[in-house]
């Protein structure tokens, strides 16, 4: 049973481009959202992260958009570079329960 | 900088072997959890454990089994070994009082 749905599996973006990743969540219980970048060989590590009780928030060029009453939240990447093609994995937490999505590979063509 | 260190980068097991997979953290963290990452399939948690010697079962446990006897070193054990179990497995730390989780570099294990 995935308790966090994300989309799209694959991504490719050119160089200057957006990349938006969408998640949406089961459990109304989860009160905290991040998401992780992971690039080959390495373990994933926190890009940036949302609390429910805030719509929006922008880290330079990574910005999440929450909305709470469809559960979905989404990771929009502006002016997307090569170097961040990577794979990214939302995640809902809810104490100990942390739950991540099935990962999305984004590739940026130069 | 926390480092979450897992013993092995790459692993080949035989059918039925038991194997010992480790991970150390060295920042005092309360909770540890093992997941294992597959294509399509995102990390799935196998076991979490939020104290010395106490631990959960996650989505995934049947066929492991894990050890938290110190605080900072946290085992996972697959009893028996099957094809079904080569995969990349991932350990993380997570201290009580934050939310971020910090992985390792992860082991990908084969069993043949």
């Known amino acids: 049973q995935q308790q966090v749905k994300q989309s799209p599996q694959s991504l490719i973006v050119q160089k200057g481009g957006i990349s938006i990743i969408n998640c949406a969540y089961e459990?109304?219980?989860?009160?905290?959202f991040p998401w992780y970048q992971q690039f080959p060989g390495k373990g994933p590590a926190l890009l940036i992260a949302?609390?429910?009780?805030?719509s929006e928030k922008k880290e330079g060029r990574f910005t999440i958009s929450f909305n709470k009453s469809a559960k979905q939240f989404s990771l929009h990447i502006m002016d997307s570079q090569p170097g961040d093609s990577a794979t990214y994995f939302c995640?809902?937490?809810?104490?100990?329960?942390?739950?991540f999505g099935a990962g999305t590979r984004l590739t940026v063509k130069p | 900088d926390v480092k979450v260190t897992q013993s092995s980068r790459y692993l080949v097991k035989r059918t039925g072997e038991k194997v010992f997979l480790e991970c150390v953290q060295d920042?005092?963290?309360?909770?540890m959890f093992w997941y294992r990452q597959d294509p399509g399939l995102g990390l799935r948690l196998i076991y979490f454990?939020?104290?010395?010697?106490?631990?959960e079962k996650g989505d995934i446990p049947e066929g492991y089994s894990v050890s938290r006897e110190k605080k900072e070193r946290f085992s996972l054990i697959l009893e028996s070994a099957s094809t079904n179990q080569t995969s990349m497995y991932l350990c993380?730390?997570?201290?009580?009082?934050?939310?971020?989780?910090?992985f390792g570099q992860g082991t990908r294990l084969t069993v043949v």
């Open positions: 993380a730390s997570r201290p009580q009082s934050r939310r971020e989780a910090f």
């Open positions: 459990n109304t219980a989860f009160d905290y």
């Open positions: 949302i609390r429910p009780d805030v």
């Open positions: 995640a809902a937490y809810y104490n100990n329960d942390m739950r």
């Open positions: 920042m005092d963290h309360e909770n």
């Open positions: 454990s939020y104290d010395v010697k106490m631990k």
